[in-house]
Each structure stands twice: as C-alpha cells, then as structure tokens.
C-alpha cells in the first residue's frame, strides 16, 4: 500500500528539514574555523573582554547551538517516523515541534545579550532559521485536506 501523496510530499520535506538543521548545526563550527563572525561579535560586543573569555563564550555558544543542532535532529526524525508510521498524533506533534523549532530560532536570531547586541551574529542567526522553512512547508502538507477524486 502507497502512502498518501501528501505523507509522501511532508515527509521529503520533514528529510530535508533534517539535512538543513545538520548543515546550520556545522555552519558555527564552519565560521569558527574560517570567518571568525561568532568570536567578531563577541568581541564587539564586550571589547574589554580578554581574548580566553571570547574564546571561553564562543566555545559556550558552539556547545549550546550544537546541543539545539542535535535536539531539533531527533525532533525531524521522531516526528518523520510518526508521519511514516501513520500514527494519529503525528499531525499535532509535528506542529508542535515546530512550533518550538521557529521559537527556538528567532530567540536566536533576535534575543540581546547583556552587551544590548544580539547574542549571535545575524548571519549565524538566520542560518538557524533556515530548517524552519522546511517545517512550515511539512506542517502546512500535513494539514492540508486531500483532494477528492
């Protein structure tokens, strides 16, 4: 038995989520090893701060958006499988999750720091929203009526 066209269409869209959210959860990493925008802001933001205290918040910053990486993974994959399980609740979890995915990505994208700068790099910030696209995409095919035939 196939499944359902729009399972099929939430569930390439719940795997790409997946993909996105690894890609943004290395995009710190990536940063740290080539632009330095994370450890650059940080240092705007707190100029007196000696160079082992930028070093010591932008290895913080990397440990957090990793464990957010990590968690917003499981949650992509928990809710693909209740989707391709067909399990009732796999509409409202999904929406749940997202829910708490794009609130997780704009406090990171929009939440300041004690500096009164936000506390990541808009750059970094809108990379951690990039998976929410998928979301809203997945959601919006989970609710969506099917078409009569």
Do not use: E, N, Q
Request: hydrophobic fraction near 50%; charged fraction near 10%; charge should be positive.
């Amino acid at each position: 038995m196939t499944k359902p066209i729009r399972a099929r269409g939430a569930l390439g869209a719940m795997y790409a989520g997946l993909t996105l959210t690894v890609l943004a959860t290395i995009a710190p990493y990536v940063d740290h090893s080539t632009t330095h925008l994370l450890a650059d802001h940080i240092r705007a933001g707190y100029p007196t701060y000696p160079r082992a205290r930028v070093d010591s918040a932008t290895t913080t910053y990397l440990v957090v958006l990793s464990v957010i990486g990590a968690l917003g993974a499981l949650a992509w994959l928990a809710t693909a499988w209740a989707v391709r399980a067909g399990k009732p609740w796999a509409r409202p979890a999904a929406t749940v999750v997202f829910v708490l995915g794009i609130s997780v990505g704009l406090t990171g994208l929009l939440a300041k720091d004690t500096s009164g700068a936000t506390g990541l790099p808009s750059a970094l910030g809108w990379v951690g929203m990039i998976p929410c696209l998928a979301g809203v995409v997945a959601v919006a095919l989970l609710w969506r009526r099917p078409r009569p035939m």
